[in-house]
């Protein structure tokens, strides 16, 4: 294998990078501000906006597989991912729109069917957008340490534009006398944001010609079945569910945590946004433990932090010192940082293991169950929040002349609130470093497996006491 075909160029790694800008801002967009949105703005009851995002996840769970299906077997002159990189252009950029324009029908009933016509046409343009985003990844570069430092440039990208999409949309809606065009002005500038950088990521990524042979005949278990036969790829897939579900939860949560419980709503964008600076800031040094390390390693590490540093939110009061917020924030992101590299990182090199087991590139189909599990993630995390808004009483505010005016929250509320905020994201994330400390593919294995598929590629004989040694630990 020429090792200089693995080593990517700057402008390569930028290229690919700002692709996620749409990935990491729209996530964080929609986590912090969506509920928000519906509630305060559509005036839909909390229990039925969940139930919107509850219902997409149901339709993701049957057309996401097939899509990664649909794009493993893809061939044309720009390959099997970028064609839909490039209609993406258009479609994304729609679909944000048409997600955060406030309608004003009278029948909430009404209000509620347009809500969940959108999302779903969203997460439909989510689910193969960033599915071929996520496979070409793994395409780009078979190096162990090279696909960690294209993580880097992607998380980079992503962070940096959650950040922009933490402190500025509200700043944008309250730039406009009527609250609604504020809404509509915002989803026009994010979804431009989130569409034009694939033009970018089109042109300077290649697809490997190899990865391209003559798919075998499809069968639905290979959609279905075949990837949860790999141990590898459900260890890591349990390690991502559960620590986005973690951040899902705080992230749809802490908005009404700091406006509700500390009455400090106006400094929400800030307070987001000194938590994501450190999160950019974190990635240096877990790449450099990545490699002094292992992946999950660093993962272990950044989870245990996010967890430690949780549960001193509890001795924040909305009487404590305003930098007392910012340092829980800066130090909520070193953690969640590694999480985050750490995750994106491993998932490149699934494919590998799946190549071990089945003989082809399977790029599509993980990056499909990949992105259909973190859209699961998310709608369980935002479902269960939803639910004890709605159940423990949230009061909305009154819109008086185009303007939110914030009402009085009980005691009751508040009690379940900072509970939630809390003890919701350490569960999940808990289970994250169960899995961690048991994923099977170290550098070591990764470097024996990578050997082998070469050998096979090229159709020379390979070790079969190796192959099922490593099969055995990988796979099982």
């Known amino acids: 294998m020429d090792q200089e075909r693995e080593k990517l160029s700057f402008w390569q790694k930028l290229g690919y990078g700002v692709g996620d800008i749409f990935g990491g801002g729209s996530g964080t967009l929609i986590n912090f501000f969506y509920l928000v949105f519906l509630t305060d703005v559509v005036r839909i009851n909390p229990a039925l906006a969940g139930t ?22 893809t061939r044309t002159r720009l390959g099997r991912r970028r064609p839909y990189l490039l209609a993406g252009i258009f479609f994304v950029f729609l679909s944000f729109f048409a997600m955060f324009y406030p309608i004003q029908a009278q029948s909430q009933t009404a209000r509620f069917a347009f809500v969940l016509a959108t999302y779903l046409f969203f997460s439909t343009v989510v689910s193969i957008v960033m599915l071929n985003y996520n496979a070409l990844q793994a395409e780009l570069s078979l190096d162990y340490n090279e696909r960690t430092s294209l993580t880097t440039f992607r ?11 933490a402190v500025l949309p509200l700043e944008i809606v309250k730039a406009f006398p009527d609250v609604r065009s504020g809404w509509i002005a915002m989803a026009t500038v994010f979804g431009l944001l989130f569409a034009l950088p694939f033009i970018a990521t089109v042109a300077v990524t290649r697809e490997r010609p190899e990865f391209q042979k003559p798919p075998r005949p499809f069968h639905w278990k290979q959609a ?13 897939l349990f390690m991502y569910v559960t620590a986005f ?35 950019v800031l974190s990635l240096p040094f877990y790449q450099w433990l990545s490699r002094r390390t292992s992946k999950p390693r660093a993962y272990i590490v950044g989870a245990t ?12 009061t909305p009487l404590s010192p305003t930098v007392a917020l910012y340092v ?13 590299m750490m995750v994106y990182a491993i998932f490149p090199d699934i494919p590998d293991v799946d190549e071990l087991r089945s003989g082809e590139r399977r790029e599509g189909i993980f990056s499909a169950l990949t992105t ?9 995390a935002t479902f269960l929040v939803a639910q004890t808004l709605a159940l423990a009483g949230y009061i909305p505010p009154a819109m008086v002349e185009g303007r939110l005016i914030e009402q009085t929250q009980t005691p009751q509320f508040i009690l379940a609130l900072r509970l ?30 990578k050997a082998i598929l070469e050998r096979a590629r090229r159709g020379e004989a390979v070790d079969e006491n190796e192959r099922r040694e490593l099969s055995k630990v990988l796979i099982g």
């Not at 036969?229 to 890591?236: E, H, I, L, S």
């Not at 932090?305 to 924040?316: C, D, E, G």
Request: charged share 15%; net charge neutral; aromatic share 18%.
């Open 52 to 73: 919107v995002i509850l219902i997409s996840k149901i339709y993701d769970s049957v057309t996401d597989p097939f899509e990664g299906v649909l794009s493993d077997r």
């Open 155 to 165: 998380i980079f990208f992503s962070t940096l534009s959650s950040i922009l999409c």
């Open 224 to 236: 279905f079945v075949e990837p949860f036969q790999v141990r590898t790829f459900v260890f890591v």
């Open 245 to 279: 579900s973690a951040f899902d939860a705080v992230s749809s949560i802490v908005v009404y945590y700091i406006k509700t419980y500390l009455g400090r709503g106006e400094e929400v964008s800030f307070v987001l946004g000194t938590l994501l600076i450190a999160q």
């Open 305 to 316: 932090a996010f967890v430690t540093v949780m549960f001193f939110s509890f001795l924040i």
């Open 328 to 340: 829980f924030a800066a130090l909520v992101g070193l953690g969640s940082g590694g999480v985050v």
């Open 372 to 380: 259909f599990t973190r859209k699961v993630s998310s709608a369980l």
């Open 420 to 449: 939630v905020f809390v003890l919701l994201p350490v569960v999940f994330i808990s289970f994250g470093i169960y899995f961690a400390t048991r994923f099977p593919l170290s550098v070591e294995r990764h470097q024996r497996l």
